[in-house]
């Protein structure tokens, strides 16, 4: 299969949004790329990102990229420069994660301690078509998917952006239950104003009678749906609610014509014991392939500025010993 790469966190949706939490950004692009890059402010300077990106079509283009967001963050005064690159297009197979991160070496990147956006996702064929997509799922997913209605559940979408409480509601109750720090009700205000209107952000929700079970937002590039924030209270998981959900909102992306779903962050096979390894099972229940992007790669600009700013971090661990 080869997936589309071109996330809406690429998109100029993603650019008018933090623009209006107070962000400056940039598009860049050159032969073959293109970059969405965002200004980070931090207590002490700033820094530049470029969430999922640069997009390019190949390891030239790539090294053109990076010259062109490290000669930005210089031009801005950013102490350093934090990038996700991946390509336009790619297969499971078909890519030589090997060859881009020495481009990135050359360029004197470096990886990052930790990945911004995770680095290992589920990615959906949306293009087999509808027939399909149910079929690569697991059987009790199809049934539910088939059955729900004779159950009472709905599944409703929206792009009014007061809608969005219902998510931020689950939300804060899944923080209080499970211990987890979700994205701030703030924050996914502002997003719902600034991207549900045009089409780039929907909710969906599954519904009982007159009471929501449990909500997903979901983000949308022209070919690219990405599962962004989703939350069920533990209280309706005998209902399975989540299933039709995920299924309706893949097969609305396949008739929208959209190319490929991203589930968001999942654990490597090979790590059993990881924190995420219970909804990775989940998300895999829906088919796809699990793909590994290169992670987050950051240059200074500012010479010594990376070590700087990690100071923080290394002296609250030291204590904490």
């Known amino acids: 299969m080869v997936y589309s790469m071109e996330s809406v966190l690429q998109e100029d949706a993603w650019s008018q949004f933090q623009r209006s939490l107070g962000k400056r950004t940039w598009q860049l692009d050159g032969d ?11 207590r002490v300077g700033s820094y530049l990102y470029v969430p999922y990106g640069p997009l390019c079509a190949s390891e030239q283009a790539l090294q053109a990229a990076l010259r ?17 690159p991946r390509n336009f297009e790619r297969s499971a197979e078909g890519f030589d994660a090997e060859r881009w991160s020495e481009t990135l070496t ?19 064929d ?22 729900h209605s004779k159950k009472g559940l709905e599944v409703k979408t929206s792009r009014d952006p007061r809608d969005i409480e219902i998510l931020t509601r689950f939300l804060e ?8 720090v979700p994205r701030s009700a703030e924050y996914l205000r502002s997003l719902a104003v600034s991207m549900m209107p045009s089409g780039a952000a929907t909710l969906y ?41 995920i299924s ?4 609305d992306a396949a008739r929208a014509g959209q190319r490929t779903a991203d589930l968001f962050g999942i654990a490597p096979k090979d790590q059993p014991n990881h924190p995420w390894a219970g909804f990775s099972a989940f998300k895999r229940s829906f088919g796809g392939e699990d793909i590994a992007h290169l992670g987050t790669w950051e240059r200074s600009v500012v ?5 700087a700013a990690r100071l923080p971090a290394l002296w609250a661990s030291w204590r904490h010993r």
Not at 173 to 180: F, L, V
Not at 248 to 251: E, H, S
Request: hydrophobic letters at 35%.
């Open 32 to 42: 073959g790329w293109r970059a969405l890059c965002i200004e980070e402010k931090r």
């Open 68 to 84: 062109a967001v490290h000669g930005l963050g210089r031009r801005i005064g950013a102490w350093w420069v934090r990038v996700e």
């Open 106 to 124: 050359r360029q004197r990147y470096r990886k990052a301690p930790r990945d911004h956006q995770p680095a290992n996702t589920r990615l959906i």
């Open 126 to 147: 949306l293009g087999a078509g509808e027939r399909e997509i149910v079929a690569a799922m697991s059987g009790s997913n199809r049934t539910i998917y088939r059955n």
């Open 173 to 180: 109750e899944s923080a209080r239950d499970q211990g987890i």
């Open 205 to 245: 929700s599954t519904w009982k009678e007159q009471d929501p079970l449990c909500a997903t937002l979901v983000y949308d590039s022209p070919s690219q749906r990405l599962f962004a924030h989703a939350a069920m209270p533990a209280r309706h998981r005998r209902l399975r609610p989540n299933q039709p959900l």
């Open 248 to 251: 309706t909102a893949l097969v």
């Open 303 to 307: 010479p010594g500025a990376l070590g």
